[in-house]
């Protein structure tokens, strides 16, 4: 009883802590730029490939893990500056479509290079699972908390001990008053699309080696990072770490005590009830609208 | 003036759709055309939601889905008339949309696309997870459409219903536009709380409007699942949702023939990339965000403004 309850616990909190990093990069391209970036699935999906193939190459993974997440992270940049950027005074949809229409390119991209098959990265250190109270507990699962959580712990410090992270904060806030005392706003955007783009690939490659990787993972985690960003209140990182938690928690009790065919509608149907008795999410400022 | 523009461009059309048989070369291009004319109804539908009206919607292909396995369950399944089928998926759709139009409607931007992509992923898995009904993955298969005890058959005569539906559709969309219920809907876009305040009320035209498009894909569902013959989950997927709403934003928001450029254009242009075979995914990404970043309002009000009309 207690066992099963263990067991569905950790998994759901493995695969929460990638949601949360996907959430993440949702928020941190949402603060600088006011832009959804429906791209930011597609980070993880490279994360987790490019890993696979520099490990192929037979780089050792001490190389070619911080390599994929330096790569992607150049990619970000890369999409900012090609087609982010040139459309920054359009309307909301167009930008809506502009990061559908990357997505299709980076997923398309991969498809070509990769093909369709599923990969599968080695876990980190070994399969033989930890027993707690009866559960059982793959070791990956702990490489994906515990790195989830370092990764945030260094974001927060970022934020709040680095002149860049501040300058992030302040565009955030206010862009025209940041602008004013000297933030770059185009160096914030750049950094935005970089840091949500790593932050990506490293939840793309610690969750590879549990749910595998293919051409086509991003989409569905795209989504659900989504999901778990507007969950905690869009622009809010707390509220997209915890919206992520919840998510993946909620997400394996529905699939063990409930129905597991309808695992992946659960975040969907969450947020829809959020939106009926909750509309600012659950960490959303009230912050009065400006007509 | 506007009237008379309009009716300009309803009789281009109807004479563009009544030449078009003449250019096509075989039953290839006929079935094109008639997905494009099928395409261009719901985009002209979610046109109104988007371009006129400001709300968005990232999972309208669930009501297309609705509308298809209404058609294929019951009348393949249970025997129905297709009108009839088509009439009950018209009013699950009604009334689904209705019930979730108030408090989705009631958020705005990124939570409205949020709460309808969540409705139409959901809805996308239910088709694909009760198979008892629906075939699961595999499809149902759809028996041919039929009104009034007359089959509708060949590629031809196919082509002739969606186009003379497209004509209507076109007629009904233009008049609404340059209905006070148009202008209130035009309202609620430009400056919801001026709109408010000579008496519109928000939430009642918006929901009215959603529920309109809603409908109207709903049909168009019903209608594709008879002329394929054939329906997958893939019908509601959300890649279908984000194909209709990159048909309103290519072809223009806000502008009817935009829509109806959209439609096509998006129809056909998979087509002509599948020459770049295994690419076709990535090439259509491409034209894509090329077209969003020269073109950021579309394809019909860029050029016509360039045209300088």
């Known amino acids: 009883m207690l066992a099963e309850f263990l067991q569905f616990l950790f998994s759901g909190l493995t695969v929460g802590a990638t949601y949360a990093l996907a959430a ?36 050792p993974s001490w190389v070619a893990l911080p390599a994929a997440i330096l790569l992607v992270a150049a990619i970000g940049v890369a999409v900012e500056r090609l087609a982010i950027r040139p459309a920054r005074d359009a309307e909301v949809v167009t930008l809506v479509i502009i990061t559908l229409g990357v997505s299709l390119v980076l997923r398309g991209a991969i498809q070509m290079w990769r093909g369709t098959a599923t ?104 989504l659900k ?42 975040p969907f149907v969450v947020i829809l009830l959020l939106f009926m008795f909750l509309p600012r999410g659950m960490f959303g400022a009230h912050a009065p609208e400006r007509v | ?15 563009g759709l009544a030449i078009l048989p003449l250019l096509l070369p075989n039953a290839f291009w006929y079935d094109l055309a008639t997905r494009a004319a099928i395409n261009a109804v719901v985009v002209i539908g979610l046109n109104l939601l988007i371009g006129y009206a400001g709300q968005i919607s990232l999972g309208h292909a669930g009501f297309v889905g609705i509308g298809a396995y209404a058609s294929a369950v019951l009348t393949s399944r249970l025997g129905w ?58 499809g149902i298969v759809v028996r041919p459409f039929s009104l009034l005890g007359l089959a509708i058959a060949g590629e031809r005569q196919w082509y002739w219903l969606c186009a003379a539906l497209l004509l209507v559709t076109l007629w009904a969309a233009g008049n609404l536009v340059d209905s006070p219920f148009g202008r209130a809907m035009r309202a609620l876009h430009t400056a919801e709380p001026a709109a408010k305040a000579v008496g519109v009320d928000p939430a009642a035209v918006k929901a009215s409007i959603f529920v309109l498009s809603a409908v109207g894909a709903s049909l168009m569902g019903s209608l594709t699942a008879h002329y394929v013959g054939f329906v997958t989950p ?16 290519v072809g223009g928001m806000a502008s009817l023939a935009g829509s109806v450029v959209g439609a096509a254009v998006l129809t056909v242009l998979p087509q002509l990339l599948t020459r770049f075979e295994g690419a076709e995914t990535a090439a259509f990404g491409l034209v894509l965000v090329a077209t969003m970043i020269a073109m950021p309002r579309g394809l019909v009000p860029t050029l016509r ?5």
């Open chain 2, 234 to 249: 893939q019908v509601a997927s959300f890649l279908t949702s984000v194909e209709l709403l990159t048909m309103v934003v």
């Open chain 2, 81 to 138: 008339p297709p009108i009839a089928a088509m009439a009950a998926g018209a009013l699950a759709t009604a009334f689904l949309a209705l019930l979730v139009a108030r408090p989705i409607l009631r958020l705005r931007g990124h939570a409205l696309a949020m709460a309808t992509l969540g409705l139409g992923i959901i809805l996308s898995m239910i088709f694909t997870n009760e198979s008892q009904w629906t075939g699961g993955p595999d």
């Open chain 1, 119 to 222: 990969h599968a990265l080695p876990p980190f250190s070994g399969d033989t699972p930890i027993m707690v109270a009866g559960a059982a507990l793959a070791p990956q699962s702990l490489w994906v908390i515990g790195v989830a959580a370092a990764a945030v712990a260094l974001l927060w410090w970022f934020f709040e001990r680095t002149r860049w992270g501040k300058a992030m904060v302040a565009t955030a806030s206010n862009r025209l008053a940041a602008r004013l005392v000297g933030v770059r706003i185009e160096v914030v955007l750049m950094l935005s699309f970089a840091l949500s783009a790593a932050l990506g690939a490293l939840g793309g490659i610690i969750v590879a080696p549990i749910t595998l990787t293919s051409f086509d993972v991003g989409i569905m985690l795209g």
């Open chain 1, 225 to 266: 990072g989504f999901v778990a960003a507007v969950l905690g209140g869009l622009g809010s990182g707390v509220g997209a770490v915890a919206g992520g938690l919840l998510l993946g928690v909620l997400e394996a009790m529905a699939a063990g005590y409930v129905s597991s065919s309808y695992k992946d509608a659960v």
């Open chain 2, 1 to 15: 003036m506007r009237l008379g523009s309009r009716g300009v461009g309803l009789a281009m059309t109807g004479i």
């Open chain 2, 305 to 309: 403004e360039r045209l300088g009309r």
């Open chain 1, 24 to 59: 993440l990069g949702f928020t941190i391209v949402y603060n600088a730029s006011n832009v959804i970036n429906f791209a930011q699935g597609e980070f993880l999906m490279l994360g987790g490939m490019l890993a696979v193939f520099l490990l192929e190459i037979g780089l």
